[in-house]
């Protein structure tokens, strides 16, 4: 995109950027659940079921309903299924259960057009309601591309006209790894490209005086996906429209990978104002995604209510940063450009991660094991894990041992100031003592505590600056990301290249009233993963952030490593694991989707930086599974094709000797590592 348009278009997608303030849509009617407009964010997810299972997906339906979901989409692959949703509704209803169905449909019209009649809802993918993706790079001249789009509504202005006719809400659904051909001739994956293929389907509906849509742009990585949304939001604005946001990561994995990779991607645009209603995808079964999302939206109903509160009281700190002056293309990735602090952080380095171990026995060598260090007494040696953080936080706490040499522990100053020995070690300041006459810095690294308010301060204005000063940003602000987010957004603006560690703080029972997730060590560790995400994430997705430092007293040293690798490798700006993006399954996977994915993570989970798709049917896992680099994919009952990248190896294989199979090829390439190895 040329920078006139960047500019053109900046100013649009977010109604604010310092504090909250949801982007109002159009209020769409589905069943009896209204979704946009002021209506709460709605929570939704799909079954995993065989569609003609009518008893277990009305069972299903039931335990996700009565999780929070508030609406259950269930799939309809051709016409017999489209027609067995009006079974399920009806006994979905005699067991008192009004929840608003949405049919998913890939590749038959026909199906839609029975289930646009039934349900209260249709979701159509727009890459393939249409059209057969052949992965053709074939060039269109205008002509035939508006030849191309004519033949299409005449195809999908039927389902339009039922819908319009039944009272149905219609999906326009863009997933990045399906689209046409035609609009990957154009635009390329690009998340131009996702949003041109909805909004084409979009103005054929508005051209039928249709409007009861909604919009999404998932995408298994959250930083197409959140730019595919904001540039969506600003092209819908350009041309008067403005269809409630249905917010999701793609096949976004399971446990603590498909929490945080999610958080990254849902939980960036809630902090825009974005968002109408969430489903998140995990590869486990569906009524553990409904509380997942519960909470992450839970944040903003409350943050909604305190900014009201704030603003009526006149409390909320108006920065001056709105869209049409931010230095930043919120559209395009482009890290931040920092100096290099005498090879220790920011420049071309991958960012650092800091945990405080000053609460932790600092006797035992062994503390160190939640930082990715594990010693050997027997060798009196230490070995780093993949996931070894950079410094660790020892505040005025000396420990009783040596550390590996390539651990860094930061102080604060006035104990840094009194070591003998100052090898590997360094100081954290306050501003006021970094500014202070006679101060004793560091001729290597200086970290100094920041907050966004404090740029507009006198001593601010008398830092010295030189390649040792790193910041390490806090903040205080209920809207903490768009605080620090201006912080940024100032330093850019004055130029100043100084690497910027962000940190989070999280005191979860202090903070937050009654969670919808059980109380208990594993409810708190999933809110660490998924407020750090959110918080951590949307930063980095826009290229924001030399290293992390996430601080939870309540949670032990080895979940916050673990979440702080987790939050780099979604966005993916430091990648120490294997990525694996699995579908979550429905009613067209040919393999038990959690089951596998357990297998094969078991034998590959040592290939760091592989990123392994795991998708339960043919028909859309190989254009869901995107930028992997290996696929294994159901093609039919107990068969499996194997993907290299986008090309289908081997084709139909045994599901028995699959896994070895799919380590046959990644060996072929030369990227496979012993476990031991590794
Ligand atoms: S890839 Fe997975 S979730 Fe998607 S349609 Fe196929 S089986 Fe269903």
Redesign the pocket.
């Known amino acids: 995109m040329n920078t006139d348009a960047v500019k053109l278009l900046q100013g649009r997608y977010c109604n604010s950027l310092t504090e909250y303030s949801r982007f109002v849509t159009r209020e769409v009617n589905i069943g009896d659940v209204p979704m946009g407009g002021n209506n709460p964010i709605r929570i939704q997810s799909?079954t995993?079921t065989d569609t003609m299972d009518t008893i277990g997906t009305v069972e299903q339906s039931i335990r996700m309903v009565d999780a929070g979901c508030e609406y259950v989409r269930i799939?309809a692959?051709s016409i017999k299924e489209a027609q067995n949703l009006a079974e399920i509704k009806k006994q979905l209803r005699q067991r008192g259960y009004n929840v608003p169905l949405v049919a998913?449909i890939?590749f038959t019209p026909n199906a839609a057009e029975v289930a646009a009649r039934i349900v209260e809802k249709v979701r159509v993918n727009p890459g393939n309601y249409a059209d057969k993706k052949k992965f053709d790079q074939i060039d269109y001249t205008d002509q035939e591309y508006q030849g191309e789009l004519e033949r299409i509504y005449k195809k999908f202005a039927p389902l339009v006209n039922i819908c319009k006719e039944y009272g149905t809400a219609m999906r326009i659904g863009t997933n990045h790894g399906s689209l046409s051909d035609r609009i990957m001739s154009r635009y390329g994956d690009t998340p131009q490209g996702m949003v041109e293929s909805a909004m084409e389907f979009m103005r054929m509906c508005e051209t039928l005086n249709y409007y009861n849509l909604v919009i999404s742009m998932k995408s298994s990585n959250p930083q197409v996906m959140v730019q595919a949304y904001r540039l969506l939001v600003d092209t819908m604005v350009a041309e008067g429209m403005n269809y409630p946001l249905h917010l999701g990561v793609?096949?976004a994995g399971d446990g603590e990978d498909g929490r945080i990779k999610s958080a990254v991607g849902i939980g960036t645009l809630l902090e825009d104002g974005l968002g109408d209603t969430v489903r998140v995808?995990l590869t486990e079964e569906p009524e553990a995604e409904a509380p997942v999302a519960i909470e992450l939206v839970r944040r903003y109903t409350e943050r909604k209510a305190e900014s009201e509160k704030q603003k009526a009281e006149e409390t909320i700190d108006h920065r001056p940063w709105t869209m049409d002056k931010t230095p930043h293309n919120p559209y395009e990735y482009k890290k931040r450009h920092t100096y290099e602090a005498n090879a220790f952080i920011g420049g071309h380095m991958v960012p650092r991660v800091v945990v405080d171990l000053s609460a932790k026995n600092l006797k035992d060598p062994a503390v160190l094991k939640d930082a990715g260090y594990l010693y050997s007494p027997l060798l009196d040696k230490y070995n780093m894990a993949e996931q070894s953080v950079d410094f660790v936080y020892l505040a005025d706490e000396l420990p009783s041992f040596v550390f590996p040499s390539n651990l860094k522990q930061l102080y604060n100053y006035n104990t840094w100031q009194k070591l003998t020995d100052k090898t590997n070690c360094h100081p954290v300041f306050s501003l006021a003592e970094y500014i202070a006459p006679g101060t004793d810095r560091s001729s290597k690294l200086n970290l100094v505590r920041i907050l966004p308010a404090d740029m507009d301060s006198d001593e601010f204005g008398s830092l010295p600056f030189d390649n040792s000063l790193v910041f390490v940003l806090e903040t205080e602000a209920l809207h903490g990301m768009a605080d620090q987010r201006s912080f940024f957004f100032k330093l850019e603006e004055l130029g100043l290249e100084i690497p910027v560690i962000v940190k989070r703080s999280y005191e979860f029972e202090k903070d937050h009233g009654p969670s919808t997730i059980d109380h208990g060590q594993t409810d708190l560790t999933t809110k660490l993963q998924l407020y750090a995400a959110t918080d951590l994430g949307a930063l980095l997705v826009d290229g924001f952030g030399d290293g992390i430092w996430i601080d939870a007293p309540e949670l032990p040293a080895n979940v916050i490593t673990s979440t702080a690798f987790g939050i780099l490798q979604a966005t993916r700006s430091r990648i120490s694991k294997t990525e694996y993006i699995s579908?979550?399954?429905?009613?067209?996977?040919?393999f038990d989707?959690m089951v596998t994915t357990q297998m094969i993570r078991s034998r590959t989970s040592h290939l760091k930086g592989l990123k392994i798709g795991i998708?339960?049917?043919?028909?859309?896992?190989p254009?869901?599974?995107a930028d992997a680099d290996y696929g294994y994919?159901?093609s039919g009952t107990d068969k499996v094709t194997l993907y290299r990248g986008k090309e289908a190896v081997k084709k139909n294989i045994s599901s028995v000797n699959a896994l070895d199979e799919l380590i046959g090829i990644i060996k072929e390439d030369g990227n496979w590592v012993e476990q031991e190895q590794a």
């Open positions: 799909m995993t799939t692959p998913d890939h793609t096949e995808s579908c979550p399954s429905c009613g067209r996977t040919l989707l998708m339960g049917c043919i028909v859309n896992g254009g869901e599974m994919v159901g």
